[in-house]
T-cell receptor, first 114, second 111 residues
Framework: GAGVSQSPRYKVAKRGQDVALRCDPISGHVSLFWYQQALGQGPEFLTYFQNEAQLDKSGLPSDRFFAERPEGSVSTLKIQRTQQEDSAVYLC????????????FGEGSWLTVV | DQQVKQNSPSLSVQEGRISILNCDYTNSMFDYFLWYKKYPAEGPTFLISISSIKDKNEDGRFTVFLNKSAKHLSLHIVPSQPGDSAVYFCAASRSNYQLIWGAGTKLIIKP
């Protein structure tokens, strides 16, 4: 596709529900990132994939958060037993290589936990 | 501990004048800096970047200045246009993939 595509755009989940957020990166992009952005804050790093390998998951806030990219393209961020503090925009981004290459962001998945 | 700070939550500038957005950082190991622009309900869009070996980078109406001794960078937009109204994020990195972001500055261009 032309850009990074994320779905769903908006999700309202009841506390305790599991959610799955999908990211389709730009075709051919090796690197994929997930960020979490709370209201009024800048994005915060969650995890990084190079192809199918998850090279860094140090930003995942708890073991309720899990990300995968099994075939090195589409990625899914899963949040189990959602809590109210999980409410945020989840941004996916991709790039063709290392940091010197521009990182392109999707529009985000807006999660509200009620 | 906020490693990247944008101390102005918002800035209002007259159309045609210069907009100056500021960003301070605390980690002297940062060696790559980026500015992103974000419209409501959209993801951030890359604007301009600068490596720590430079002190200035220019791209059209946008210029980024880096003062390493002061750990300060700024984004200049001249002349400012109504379409520049957005939230601007400063981000920094230490030669790796992980970007550390500021909280953003909302720029409002008045006609």
């Amino acid at each position: 596709g032309a850009g990074v595509s994320q779905s769903p755009r908006y999700k309202v989940a009841k506390r305790g529900q599991d959610v799955a957020l999908r990211c389709d990166p730009i075709s051919g992009h090796v690197s994929l990132f997930w960020y979490q952005q709370a209201l009024g804050q800048g994005p915060e790093f969650l995890t990084y994939f190079q192809n199918e390998a998850q090279l860094d998951k140090s930003g995942l806030p708890s073991d309720r958060f899990f990300a995968e990219r099994p075939e090195g393209s589409v990625s899914t961020l899963k949040i189990q037993r959602t809590q109210q503090e999980d409410s945020a925009v989840y941004l996916c981004a991709s790039s063709s290589g290392d940091l010197g290459n521009t990182i392109y962001f999707g529009e985000g998945s807006w999660l509200t936990v009620v | 501990d906020q490693q990247v700070k944008q101390n102005s939550p918002s800035l209002s500038v007259q159309e045609g004048r210069i907009s100056i957005l500021n960003c301070d950082y605390t980690n002297s190991m940062f060696d790559y800096f980026l500015w992103y622009k974000k419209y409501p309900a959209e993801g951030p869009t890359f604007l301009i970047s600068i490596s720590s070996i430079k002190d200035k980078n220019e791209d059209g109406r946008f210029t980024v200045f880096l003062n390493k001794s002061a750990k300060h960078l700024s984004l200049h937009i001249v002349p400012s246009q109504p379409g520049d109204s957005a939230v601007y994020f400063c981000a920094a990195s230490r030669s790796n993939y992980q970007l550390i972001w500021g909280a953003g500055t909302k720029l409002i261009i008045k006609p």
